[in-house]
C-alpha cells in the first residue's frame, strides 16, 4: 500500500497539469469542460483522502523523481501535515468549482482547465521537499490565479488585479533571492539536507529572506491590504478558493521552514509572535469599519492568518496542533462564508450591508449558513472555531504568553461584533419603508438647506416616505411593504448556489462536535514537526 501512496505522489502534480491543458483546448461550452474538471478535482480529493489515512501514525511517504540519487532528485514527500492540508484544500477545490457550475462561471474562458492548474500547483507546494521547486509550483499556482482573477474580475476592475500581480510578483522574486543565497551557503536546496542549518546565521538570514516573502503571500501586517484590495475585485468563487489555497500554502511552508530549518528556534519564533499577534489584531479591527460584506469577510481572514501563526511560533506540541486545527477550520470556514456572501452578491446584485437586508426572513438556509459561520469564525462551541481556538488558548498560556491569551480572547469578542454587524444589517435589516423614511428625512432637509442636526416636521417625512412605498419599488435586496414575512416563496437564492456552502457549514458543525477527531489528526501533524528526523530519513534515504 506505501509503494502504490508513494507512487501516486507525482500524479497529484502531473494528473492536474495534463488534464487542465487539455482543456484548453476543448471547446468553451463542451459539456466535457466541467465533467473533467469535476472529475479531476474529485480524484485528487480521493486521493488526498487515502495518503492522509496511510500517513496516520507518523509515516511518511517519498519518491523520487526518475533514477537520481536522492538529494539530487526531485523529491515529493508526503507526512501527515502535507497530506491533511492537500485534503483540506481539495475539498475546498471541489465546492468552490460546483459553485462555479452552479452560478454560471465555470463557461467563462478556459476556467476549468485554470483550476485543475492551480491545483496542481498547490500539491506540488504543499509535496515538494525542495526549495527550489517551492518556488517554481508557487508560480504553477500564481500562473492560473492571474487568469482567473482577470477573467472573473468584478466590475472588471483591472486595478486591483495588476496590485495581485505585482505583489506577487515582487513576493516570489524575495523569495527565489533567499533560495539563491540558501544554496550559496549551503550548497544545496533540498530541504532534508537543511535540516537544522538554521545554526548558522547567515543562513538563518537567508531563511529570513523567505519567510518574509512568504508573509507577504499570506498578507501578514504591515503587507496585508493588498490581499482585501485585490480578493475584494475577484469573483466571490476565486475569492473562496484562494483563501483556502495561496495563503495557506503559504503559512504551511512557514510552518515546514520553521519546523526543518530552524527547528522552532525561540529568536526566530519570537519575531513570527509578534508580527501574528499584530495580524489578528489589526485584521479584526479593520473589518469592523467594513459596509460590504466581502472586504469584511477578508479582514477576518487577515485575523485568522495571525491566528494561526500564533501555532507555529509558540512551538510547542500543544501550539503546532492548535495552529493546524485553526487552519484546517479556518479554510472551511471561510471558504462557507464567503460562498454563502457570493450566494447573496449573485442574486441580489450587491454584497453592501446597506443595499440588502431582511434576508433572515426570506432567506433561510443562507442565514443556517451565516449563522453557523458567523459562530464558528467567532469561536463559540459546538463549531470548529471553538475547539481550535480553545486550543490555542490554552496552548499560549501554558507557553507562558498569557497576554497573547489574553488577546486571542479579546480579538474573537472583535470577530463576533463584526459578525453581528453582518447579521444587524444583512440578515435583520431594516424593510422599504424604514429605508424610503430615511431618504425623505434627507430630502426635506436638503430641499430646505437644513443641516443634519436640524429637526425636520415628521409628519411631511412620514407623507412622503408613504408615497415613495406606493409608487416605487423597493431597492433591490430591499424587503418592500407588502413582503409577508413567512412566505417562502420570496426566497431568491437559489439552492444549488446556496448548497455548497451550506455542506462546508455542515463539515464545520461535525468538525466541532468531533473535536477529538480534529485534534488528533493535527496531533498526528505536529508530532512530524516536532521531530523531523523520519521526513529527513524518507527524503534523503538514511
Not at 433572515?360 to 453557523?372: D, N, P, Q, S
Not at 458543525?509 to 521531530?531: I, K, P
Amino acid at each position: 500500500m506505501i509503494d502504490m501512496v508513494e507512487l501516486l505522489l507525482p500524479l497529484f502534480v502531473g494528473a492536474p497539469l495534463l488534464l487542465g491543458g487539455v482543456l484548453f483546448v476543448v471547446p468553451r461550452n463542451h459539456p466535457l469542460q466541467p465533467i473533467v474538471g469535476m472529475g479531476s478535482l474529485l480524484a485528487v480529493l480521493a486521493g488526498a483522502i487515502t495518503v492522509l489515512m496511510v500517513t496516520s501514525g507518523g509515516t511518511v511517504v517519498a519518491h523520487q523523481i526518475a533514477l537520481w540519487p536522492e538529494g539530487i532528485a526531485i523529491a515529493f514527500v508526503a507526512d501527515t501535515f502535507a497530506a491533511l492540508i492537500l485534503t483540506a484544500a481539495s475539498l475546498l477545490a471541489v465546492i468552490s468549482f460546483w459553485y462555479m457550475i452552479a452560478s454560471g462561471e465555470s463557461r467563462s474562458p478556459s476556467i476549468p482547465g485554470l483550476v485543475l492548474i492551480l491545483i496542481g500547483g498547490v500539491a506540488g507546494a504543499l509535496l515538494t521537499a525542495d526549495l527550489f521547486n517551492l518556488f517554481v509550483f508557487i508560480e504553477v499556482m500564481l500562473l492560473p490565479s492571474y487568469g482567473l482573477l482577470i477573467f472573473l474580475s468584478r466590475r472588471g476592475d483591472m486595478a486591483a488585479s495588476r496590485l495581485y500581480v505585482v505583489v506577487n510578483l515582487l513576493a516570489s522574486t524575495l523569495f527565489l533571492a533567499g533560495v539563491a543565497l540558501i544554496y550559496a551557503l549551503q550548497g544545496t536546496v533540498n530541504l532534508a539536507a537543511l535540516a537544522g542549518a538554521g545554526d548558522d546565521p547567515a543562513t538563518a538570514i537567508a531563511t529570513a529572506v523567505m519567510l518574509a516573502a512568504l508573509g507577504v503571500k499570506a498578507a501578514v501586517f504591515p503587507v496585508h491590504g493588498w490581499l482585501t484590495r485585490a480578493y475584494a475585485s475577484a469573483s466571490p468563487a476565486v475569492a473562496a478558493l484562494f483563501s483556502g489555497l495561496h495563503t495557506k500554502v503559504a503559512v504551511y511552508v512557514v510552518y515546514r521552514i520553521s519546523a526543518v530549518i530552524f527547528e522552532g528556534e525561540s529568536t526566530w519564533m519570537a519575531a513570527i509572535l509578534v508580527l501574528a499577534s499584530v495580524t489578528l489584531v489589526v485584521g479584526a479591527f479593520a473589518a469592523l469599519g467594513e459596509l460590504d460584506i466581502r472586504p469584511l469577510l477578508l479582514f477576518q481572514m487577515v485575523s485568522g492568518i495571525g491566528f494561526i501563526l500564533v501555532g507555529v511560533a509558540l512551538f510547542t506540541p500543544l501550539g503546532l496542533s492548535a495552529g493546524i486545527a485553526y487552519m484546517v477550520h479556518h479554510m472551511v470556514v471561510m471558504g462557507s462564508l464567503l460562498l454563502a456572501a457570493s450566494a447573496i452578491e449573485h442574486t441580489y446584485g450587491s454584497g453592501r450591508l446597506d443595499k440588502v437586508s431582511g434576508l433572515r426572513i426570506r432567506e433561510h438556509l443562507v442565514t443556517g449558513v451565516f449563522v453557523i459561520g458567523a459562530l464558528s469564525l467567532a469561536g463559540l462551541p459546538p463549531f470548529s472555531g471553538f475547539v481550535a481556538k480553545y486550543v490555542l488558548v490554552l496552548a499560549s498560556a501554558d507557553a507562558g504568553e498569557v497576554v497573547v491569551a489574553g488577546l486571542l480572547v479579546v480579538v474573537s469578542l472583535f470577530v463576533l461584533m463584526s459578525m453581528m454587524k453582518i447579521w444587524a444589517e444583512m440578515f435583520n435589516g431594516k424593510r422599504q419603508a424604514d429605508v424610503e423614511t430615511l431618504a425623505a428625512r434627507e430630502r426635506i432637509r436638503t430641499r430646505k438647506g437644513l443641516y443634519d442636526t436640524d429637526p425636520v416636521d415628521e409628519d411631511e417625512v412620514a407623507e412622503e416616505a408613504a408615497h415613495a412605498v406606493e409608487h416605487t419599488e423597493p431597492p433591490r435586496g430591499i424587503l418592500g411593504a407588502d413582503d409577508d414575512p413567512h412566505d417562502h416563496r420570496g426566497t431568491r437564492v437559489r439552492t444549488s448556489l446556496i448548497l455548497p456552502a451550506l455542506i462546508l457549514a455542515g463539515i464545520s458543525v461535525a468538525l466541532g462536535l468531533g473535536g477529538e477527531f480534529l485534534l488528533y489528526w493535527a496531533e498526528q501533524a505536529s508530532t512530524g514537526l516536532l521531530d523531523t528526523s523520519d521526513y529527513v530519513r524518507a527524503v534523503l534515504g538514511r
